[in-house]
C-alpha cells in the first residue's frame, strides 16, 4: 500500500527558517508533492518532485532523495502567513495511480 | 477563485439519508478526484475519474458512490448517511490523469454535518 509520515506540529519564529520532513512508502513511485491549506480553506498546490534533488520556488523548497523514501519542504523567511498545515503527497501505483495524503503538519508562526 | 466549482458550500442532513455533492472541474481539466478530510485529519483519496471513466479508487465505502459525465462535472453520492460520515469533501481536478507536475486544483470543498 501507500503511506506517509510527517510531524504533526511544527513552531517556528516570523523571519527564521523551518523544515518539515517526509518519508513515504508506496508502491511505482511517481513523484512527491506538497500542498498548502490554511484553516477552513481549499488546499493549494505548493511543489513537485520526481527526481532526487532540490527544487526552489521563491521562500519554498522540496527536496526529494527516492533512496531513502524521504523529502522535505524548506520554508524561508517565515511569515505569519506562513502559518497553515502542510501537507505531503505520493503519487504510487497501487489498484491504479493515486496520489495519497500525509496527515499534515501544522506550522506555527510566532513574531 | 481556483476554478474548481463545488456544491453546495453547506449541507445539514440526517442520518439514514443521501445527499449529492457537485464538482465542475477547472476548464480543460479532465480528470475529477474526490477526498474526505475529517476534522483535523489528512485528506483521504475516495476516487478519481478520467474523462467519464473510473481510473481509481480509494478506500470509498460501499454506500458512497460517483460518476463523471460528458461536460466533465462530476457527482458524488452518499447515501446512509452516519454521523462519521460528516467531513468536508473536496474534489480537485487536473488536466491530465496524472495530475503530477502541476499538481491538482482543489475546489473549497462541501461541509457535510450528519445529525
Known amino acids: 500500500g501507500q503511506s506517509l509520515e510527517q510531524p504533526s506540529e511544527v513552531t517556528a519564529v516570523e523571519g527564521a527558517i523551518v523544515q518539515i520532513n517526509c518519508t513515504y512508502q508506496?508502491?511505482?513511485?511517481?513523484?512527491l508533492s506538497w500542498y498548502q491549506q490554511h484553516d477552513g480553506g481549499a488546499p493549494t498546490f505548493l511543489s513537485y518532485?520526481?527526481?532526487?534533488g532540490l527544487e526552489e520556488t521563491g521562500r519554498f523548497s522540496s527536496f526529494l532523495s527516492r533512496s531513502d523514501s524521504y523529502g522535505y519542504l524548506l520554508l524561508q523567511e517565515l511569515q505569519m502567513k506562513d502559518s497553515a498545515s502542510y501537507f505531503c503527497?505520493?503519487?504510487?501505483?497501487?489498484?491504479?495511480?493515486?496520489?495519497?495524503f500525509g496527515a499534515g503538519t501544522r506550522l506555527f508562526v510566532k513574531a | 477563485d481556483s476554478g474548481v466549482t463545488q456544491t453546495p458550500k453547506h449541507l445539514i442532513t440526517a442520518t439514514g439519508q443521501r445527499v449529492t455533492l457537485r464538482c465542475s472541474p477547472r476548464?480543460?481539466?479532465?480528470?475529477v478526484y474526490w477526498y474526505q478530510q475529517s476534522l483535523d485529519q489528512g485528506l483521504q483519496f475516495l476516487i478519481q475519474?478520467?474523462?467519464?471513466?473510473?481510473?481509481a479508487k480509494g478506500n470509498i465505502l460501499e454506500r458512497f458512490s460517483a460518476q463523471q459525465f460528458p461536460d466533465l462535472h462530476s457527482e458524488l453520492n452518499l447515501s446512509s448517511l452516519e454521523l462519521g460520515d460528516s467531513a468536508l469533501y473536496f474534489c480537485?481536478?487536473?488536466?491530465?490523469?496524472?495530475?503530477?507536475?502541476?499538481?491538482?486544483?482543489f475546489g473549497s470543498g462541501t461541509r457535510l454535518t450528519v445529525v
Open positions: 518532485n520526481a527526481l532526487d
Open positions: 476548464s480543460g481539466d479532465l480528470s
Open positions: 475519474y478520467y474523462n467519464g471513466e473510473e481510473r
Open positions: 508506496t508502491s511505482g513511485f511517481y513523484g
Open positions: 503527497a505520493v503519487r504510487g501505483h497501487t489498484g491504479g495511480f493515486k496520489t495519497i
Open positions: 480537485a481536478s487536473s488536466v491530465d490523469d496524472r495530475g503530477a507536475s502541476h499538481g491538482y486544483t
